[in-house]
């Protein structure tokens, strides 16, 4: 079992930044992927950039070039720096992680960006 913290949502203005984390409660060894999704009022859950266990990475076009995922194994997290940020970014924002076992979700955090 895993559980998943997440933090760093609030309220921002466009073209600004925010830096969400999410912190497992034990070590990433042995996890298949870790992933950052979002689901905005009305709409159906997407994924936003996820990252192998090798270190690769994918990004959804709407955020290619602004988004970037990263992970620090030492501290069990995983990072969404967000710049550049627009309204159609304004979300719940979910971190996911994967094992043999199956997925692991966490409670999400808001991003509302606003002006």
């Known amino acids: 079992q895993v559980q998943l913290v997440e933090s760093g949502g609030g309220l921002v203005q466009p073209g600004g930044s925010l830096r969400l984390s999410c912190a497992a409660s034990r070590s990433m060894f042995g996890f298949y992927a870790m992933g950052w999704y979002r689901q905005a009022p009305g709409k159906e859950r997407e994924s936003v950039a996820t990252i192998a266990s090798g270190g690769s990475t994918n990004y959804a076009d709407s955020v290619k070039g602004r988004f970037t995922i990263s992970r620090d194994n030492a501290k069990n997290t995983v990072y969404l720096q967000m710049n550049s940020l627009k309204s159609e970014d304004t979300a719940v924002y979910y971190c996911?992680?994967?094992?043999?076992?199956?997925?692991?979700w966490g409670q999400g955090t808001p991003v509302t960006v606003s002006s």
């Open positions: 996911r992680v994967s094992d043999y076992r199956g997925f692991y």
